[in-house]
């Protein structure tokens, strides 16, 4: 075994492999063949332009030349000449003229190249507008601002095109068109209202797009959506670091059945049975008791049910917290509150582009919240919800539709999408939730809403080892699983609490996504494993 | 399925519930009772010590208290009264005096109690000597400096203790002595040398460590360790942040056999077969395919392998990156490089007191390394091994030992612990390696070195879909397990590389620990699971 992501080849049958070897190095050369054909060697301008041969990008020369970013290409770089490299976006062109979108990380430039001498060939022209949509190419060339502004690209400057490479080749059949998976209902009511254009969009569905990912990926709302992903992580771990919390890693492979239930992804660890972690709950726990003090964590969570709605995943990442109390769990909810706020406000400062591009495609009302957040208990959302006289039991949980309903009323009341419902029924709680001091039938227990939809889930802990037990014991869960568990309650425990973000969800919802596999690099579900 | 944290229960057999939960409330009560008798009723002092009510543990108010962190506590603070919550780490008394070592974090202050009329009482000073090792206290008490320094505790100041109070109680017998296990080698040494003197030290070893774990995590050098290991996360991520990657979260759970080889995890999901993933390496390649351009995470990685040697795990953590190539691999070498030595740095500016506390129990060398990293050629590495007499194959790959004597060669004539060897045998590499440009028994790979051992390996990596499938089968891979890996490079494909590093190693090298199980929180090895 190696500590880092290398593997070695597991052993083979040379024959098998020799041949196998031959057929694909035959397909090999017939391809590098007839792109050596592409380029006319007539052509005195043919340097300028063609397919760049494999043994150059294998690592052969260091030039020195410098690649501009698409984003960064604006108008104060007009008469600069710029080499870029991107997609082929689309394509449309004469014998004499070709305008080419290049687009990078989702951003767009339009590249032109008309026929002139020494300057640029009709070969030249004819390369590029052979060139497959989504093949990759370097343009090199002078920056212009168009007297007109450009439709349809990102970047407002175009580049006269003087030398464009085709670094490689995409299929010419994708099995979905960007342009295509890149529309808005807008786009497709605007078609349909104005049937004279004679305009017919196609529309991508979930499973074409998902069982290509890789394509479906490139669209400029999906490269907002995980870069707006990246920046939440970002802004909850730097907000805790700064508050003295340490990260840790937690064990995923556990032995038994962790927390117990039926959504649990069981294995063979070496003969034994184990699990993989539906939460890091009972380490993060743990390491509380190990002296840690406060201490959060970001990583895969699983969970094995099967649940097919637009909420729930057989994998999902975990934002997780935990952290010493010293007197109540209102400490816990002052972190949590703080560090969402920070993330929304950062996503608003930080994000502006990503946030336009995502709403190009899904247009959302922007997250309304509040400096302070709000905070009800749960009794004071059951009687929010009766006297909108919907009418539910004070002791059993909210379904779906319930919390949307609260959601509405509390934000037509408080004016915010964001708050923070607590002091929940003991009875739909974990059994390692603290009851409240003054009435076991509550919990010291919260869950935060955004859009009326559930993300977090907190509380404060049970830290006696007895009570703990007597809880597991009354929840019908195998004590002796949880041996290594309750133990560490033994040697000395300050209270405690914390709480669990569903990282997915905190995206789906502040861009009112209606979907959680929008906010899932490569979903996984009870019917999805691939890609 | 719920996407936070908390698990609802599962169903009981009431009965059985009902007598068992009667059990363990027997036990509790009984504890209480027993709790409520260590308070002596007569003291007029008697509310400035005793056992904290638990309901009052259960969030009951918000005093506005003030608690101060041990570590914090310093001369500047002399006069003030302050109060501090910590476990007791040593006690010993008279009948009139009390010294309370306080620690907190790996943090220790010592605390007097000394019998004087309306400030401490001979029952508050008989309750603190009763209060077991680990349990958790409060303390308040005025800061004072004494004349003669305080050895053995890491603040300079003492605590006047005015108030003890006891939060949580651990048990009287516990399976490990902290004082024990923090122990260095020189101060068994040193008790073996002066028999004398009568002490006996007991060895705590790795698998009641191990077993124990919650325990043994609180150490100063632990302690320390972790909180290293949190720095390195968060300076490897901060750089690349800056330099313009997106962070990830690639999945888990993958259909059929992943990267092949038998040291993989598998598992039923939902009648599927799957498997854990060795690395991020095909999703994370898929994210460069999507258009992310630069991307990275830090997640777990699963190693099914049965290797029982000081550096191997079964679980482990992944820091891992991957980029787009202009035209060389030295681009992710300059990145890598730079990465680590931010890191380097970083440790070694950040970290002071967390070195000490590790050099305290395990004393290391400072890693020594260049501004600028060195790179040597597989080739180069071959020759100076013969020239100290140390004949390999230069087609294979090197063994640990001859990696070591390397190591040894290198830092006596480079001055460095630190540094890379690239430029692979084609043949011990993956089979996504990109061969080298000039000959393809060579690859554009690379691995690095910490004192000898491994930690990175990384490479550019073949972007071509044939070559790609043509290296598989020679490799003898299951092409067909790895079609949308594959696919993804047929739709346009940037060149690109990347690295893997296991977080644990680093901490592990950096500081000249002889196992890895020293810097894995909670380890995973063939034979343990748990806790």
Known sequence: MSATMEESNPPVSKKAAAKAAKKAEKTLNKQMAAAALDVEEEDPLAANYG????????????????WVAVRLLDTGMKGQTVLVR???????????????VVREAGCTVQCVLSVAENIVSKGMVKYVNKISKESIVDVEGIVSVPEKPIEGTSQKVEIQARKVYCISKAAAQLPLNLEDAARSE???????????????????????????????????????????????????????????????????????????GSSVFKLDYKGQPACLAQSPQLHKQMGICADFGRVFE???????????????????????????????????????????VAIFDGINE?????????????????????????????????????????IVDPMADFNTETERELGRIVKEKFKTDFYV?????????????????????????????IRG???????????????????????????????????????????HGGAGVGLERVVMLFCALNNIRKTSLFPRDPQRLAP
Chains 1, 2 share one sequence.
């Not at 041969?53 to 410098?66: A, P, V």
């Not at 991107?86 to 080419?100: C, I, N, P, S, Y």
């Open 453 to 495: 939809e559930e993300i977090i889930s907190g509380a404060q802990r049970v830290h006696d080892p007895e009570l703990l037990t007597k809880r597991a014991i009354e929840c019908g869960i195998e004590v002796n699983t949880l041996s290594t568990y309750i133990d560490s309650f033994r040697w000395g425990a300050v209270p």
């Open 86 to 100: 991107g997609r082929v976006h689309t394509e449309r062109g004469t014998g004499k003229m070709a305008f080419l």
């Open 298 to 340: 970001i990583g895969p969570v699983f969970r094995a049910e099967n649940s097919f709605t637009h909420r729930h995943l057989c994998e999902f990442t975990g934002l997780d917290f935990e952290m010493e109390i010293k007197e109540h769990y209102f400490e816990v909810l002052d972190v949590l509150e703080a560090v969402f």
């Open 51 to 66: 397919d760049v041969s494999f043994q150059s990008l294998q690592s052969k020369e260091i030039s020195g030349r410098k």
């Open 350 to 390: 930080k994000c502006v582009k990503h946030l336009e591009a995502i709403n190009a495609q899904y247009p959302f009302e922007p997250l309304q919240y509040l400096r302070k957040t709000l905070r009800l208990t749960f009794a004071e959302g059951v009687k929010l919800l009766e006297e909108a006289a919907i």
């Open 421 to 449: 419902l607590h002091r929940y029924p003991a009875a739909i709680r974990p059994f390692y939730t603290m009851p409240c001091w003054d009435d076991p039938r509550y919990s010291n227990s919260f869950d935060v809403f």
């Open 186 to 260: 807008r786009d497709f009511e605007k078609a349909e209202k104005d049937p004279q254009q004679g305009v017919q969009f196609v529309r991508v569905g979930q499973d074409t797009r998902l069982n290509n990912r890789v394509l479906d990926l490139r669209t400029p709302a999906n490269q907002a959506i995980f870069r707006i992903q990246s920046q939440v992580s970002t802004l909850f771990r730097q907000f805790l670091l700064a508050e003295d919390f340490v990260e840790l890693h937690t064990p995923k492979l556990l032995a038994g059945a962790s927390e117990g």
